[in-house]
């Protein structure tokens, strides 16, 4: 809404000023990992960890966290996982940035999210919710035929509460051919959808890679990347409303080639 809109605006500004005169950070985002246990294996995700001695920080922590972000001047956050939505505590950890003006943006692979936890996590002000959208066949976990049921129930109640839905893309040797299909559903519901190729960690090389299966490497792979590229392009130019620019996408026809680092 317009009020939103120039609240984080006034946010942003009185934040800005702050920072001149106290010569502190001006931080406008952030992005916090509020868990690195997934319910889910993802095989290109390397922040995952189910690791039964991995300490996630506690709620008071976050909260802490928050206040100090908040603090700085910070008006944006994105939490990640893991898959944030195991946390019992979510709704109070948004609720608790909201409470600070802050902007909410969840990322999920939207499994947990039912009637329940969605108008939890709304009503604590979560602003926009991002779903993982991978495959149509079972190739990959984050499956379109397993969120079907969730995704409609981010619609009904979107209306009610206000929040906006976003689908993001992970492409993949194993899933890119499915990515008309997926462009194709973002544009049915119109909503913004971010897409990336997935790529490995940069502390390991291709060869040391244990999912070599899903990356695209080398000369073999140049045609398939060109062929994606002008996809997403092409579908710019008919509706399609994604998140990154096209010089983003017009980039990886470099990267895939080793002229970019």
């Not at 966290?65 to 939490?79: E, K, P, V, W």
């Not at 499994?111 to 996590?121: A, C, E, G, S």
């Not at 619609?155 to 040797?173: A, D, L, M, R, W």
Request: charged fraction near 25%; glycine fraction near 4%.
């Amino acid at each position: 809404s317009m009020k939103t809109k120039l609240k984080f605006t006034y946010k942003l500004g009185t934040s800005y000023v702050k920072s001149l005169f106290k010569e502190q950070p001006f931080i406008v985002n952030a992005c916090i990992f509020v868990t690195r246990k997934c319910n889910i294996d993802c095989k290109y995700c390397f922040t995952k960890d189910n690791s039964p001695e991995l300490y996630d920080m506690t709620t008071e922590e976050l909260k802490q966290a928050i206040d100090t972000l908040n603090n700085l001047g910070c008006y944006y956050i994105a939490y990640y996982g893991g898959e944030p939505t195991v946390r019992k505590d979510l709704p109070e950890i948004v609720n608790h940035a909201r409470e600070k003006g802050i902007f909410n943006i969840l990322h999920t692979n939207g499994l947990l999210l039912d009637d329940i936890l969605i108008p939890k996590l709304a009503e604590a002000g979560i602003d926009v919710i991002d779903i993982g959208v991978d495959t149509f066949t079972n190739q990959l976990p984050k499956d379109f035929s397993k969120e079907r049921n969730t995704i409609d129930l981010l619609f009904k109640y979107k209306n009610k509460y206000g929040y906006e839905v976003k689908f993001n893309h992970c492409i993949t040797k194993v899933n890119y051919h499915e990515l008309q299909d997926v462009l194709d559903l973002a544009k049915k519901y119109r909503v913004p959808i971010s897409i990336h190729i997935v790529q490995r960690p940069i502390y390991t090389s291709y060869e040391s890679y244990p999912q070599k299966n899903l990356l695209f490497y080398g000369q073999k792979d140049y045609e398939i990347v060109d062929k994606i590229v002008d996809t997403i392009v092409n579908e710019m130019r008919n509706d399609l409303l994604p998140t990154e620019p096209e010089a983003y996408f017009l980039a990886w026809k470099d990267f895939i080639r080793g002229k970019l680092n």
